[in-house]
Every structure is written in structure tokens, then in C-alpha cells.
């Protein structure tokens, strides 16, 4: 069994940064991709930011330029700096982690951490 536990959300004010961090644990040989995602109150959740094994990253236009995704491969672990925020950032934002065991790969998320973003 795998699981993703979140932290570092918290209450800023707009412009502020915050640092959410995620770290995976169980049977674990190898990460596909990790990623954020963000869900606001009455909205779909939605992509943040996502890293895959090599490093690649793709970004919600939304927060290009403002938040920055970075992963640790040897501790299972991804993060998510927030720059610049606003109160349009605040949003629960879940962790997602795509694992693959044998000839599937599987998705997992976290519990979510809250990020709330005052004018």
C-alpha cells in the first residue's frame, strides 16, 4: 500500500510565498510522475503542477511564473513552492502520485493540505 501525506499549507496573505511538501511512502520501486492539484469550493479540482521521472514539468497557465514544482527522488518526495499568491490560490491542494507495480501503474492521492490566500 502506498501513501502521500501533504504539509505546509497554512493562511497567507497575498503576495506571500508557502512550501507544500508530499512524501510518498510504501512498496515503492519507482515514480512515474508527481504532481499538485487544487480544489476551490464549488469547483472541479484542477492541475497545478506536475514533475515526471525526468524531470520534466508542466504548469497551470495560471501559476506559471509563481509557483515552482521539484521532487526528490531519493526521498519520494515532491514539493511545491508558491510564490506571489493570491486569493484566487486558495484552494485545498492534493498531492497525486502515478506508481506503477507490475504491468499497471496506479494513481494515489493524498488528504489534502488548505491553502488560504487573504486580500
Known amino acids: 500500500q502506498v501513501q502521500l501525506v501533504e504539509s505546509g499549507g497554512g493562511l497567507v496573505q497575498a503576495g506571500g510565498s508557502l512550501r507544500l511538501s508530499c512524501v510518498a511512502s510504501?512498496?515503492?520501486?519507482?515514480?512515474?510522475?508527481m504532481g499538485w492539484y487544487r480544489q476551490a469550493p464549488g469547483k472541479q479540482r484542477e492541475l497545478v503542477a506536475i514533475?515526471?521521472?525526468?524531470?520534466?514539468?508542466n504548469y497551470a497557465d495560471s501559476v506559471k511564473g509563481r509557483f515552482t514544482i521539484s521532487r526528490d527522488n531519493a526521498k519520494n518526495t515532491v514539493y511545491l513552492q508558491m510564490n506571489s499568491l493570491k486569493p484566487e490560490d486558495t484552494a485545498a491542494y492534493y498531492c497525486n502520485a502515478v506508481i506503477p507495480l507490475g504491468f499497471k501503474a496506479y494513481n494515489y492521492w493524498g488528504q489534502g493540505t488548505q491553502v488560504t490566500v487573504s486580500s
Open positions: 514533475i515526471i521521472s525526468g524531470g520534466n514539468t
Open positions: 510504501g512498496t515503492i520501486d519507482s515514480i512515474n510522475r
